[in-house]
């Protein structure tokens, strides 16, 4: 009897749970965010794409196209300068994108790890205004290039936030990687630009 009534009790907890967990699912569907199954939470938000590319898409093995944006101070700065040498790291993202917010600290500090290894970062925010950027960055020791208009982001097919994009220092793309990356994962990918480079 006791058993029969536990049992009974338990069901209405079970049944609001698989329709919690099915509301969920559809919800993340619906809205094409992304569920990192190895990090257990979305790990990436969609952005709009701008129209207006200037170019054919950046694909892996190709080539990274030149451009200008300005920096937070409105100076606009090329690309080809900022890489001049070296392999680069380049990471597309927002201040609204709750997963770029979450990998902030880790990629501070991989670049305090890597920085004086040869390594170039280039964070580009897309589509903010300068003021919302410089207030979340006073926290970090990287800048950030702003693309407010989405053409350089839609040229690299950006349509998740973060997008990461590693560069060698030949010039080439090794790898398009739209999604929050850990610290492992990060320092993993610098460490294979740092040695192709140095061999």
Request: one cysteine or more; charged letters at 20%.
């Amino acid at each position: 009897m006791t058993a029969a009534f536990a049992a009974l009790r338990a069901a209405p907890l079970a049944v609001f749970v698989a329709v919690a967990a099915t509301g969920v699912m559809v919800a993340l569907s619906a809205t094409a965010f992304q569920v990192d199954p190895t990090l257990g939470f979305v790990s990436s938000q969609p952005v709009a794409v701008s129209s207006a590319s200037g170019g054919s898409t950046v694909r892996v093995g190709g080539p990274v196209p030149d451009f200008v944006l300005d920096d937070l101070d409105g100076s606009p700065r090329r690309f080809s300068d900022l890489v001049a040498s070296g392999p680069g790291w380049i990471t597309f993202w927002a201040t609204w994108c709750g997963p770029c917010r979450a990998e902030a600290p880790d990629t501070e500090a991989v670049l305090r790890k890597y920085r004086s290894r040869g390594l170039t970062y280039v964070a580009i925010d897309v589509g903010e205004g300068q003021d919302v950027v410089r207030d979340f960055l006073s926290q970090y020791s990287w800048d950030s290039l702003m693309d407010p208009s989405r053409t350089v982001s839609a040229r690299f097919g950006v349509r998740m936030l973060p997008t990461h994009v590693f560069v060698g220092a030949d010039g080439v793309v090794g790898e398009i990687r739209p999604g929050i990356l850990n610290r492992g994962q990060m320092e993993s990918r610098v460490e294979d630009l740092i040695a192709s480079w140095t061999r």
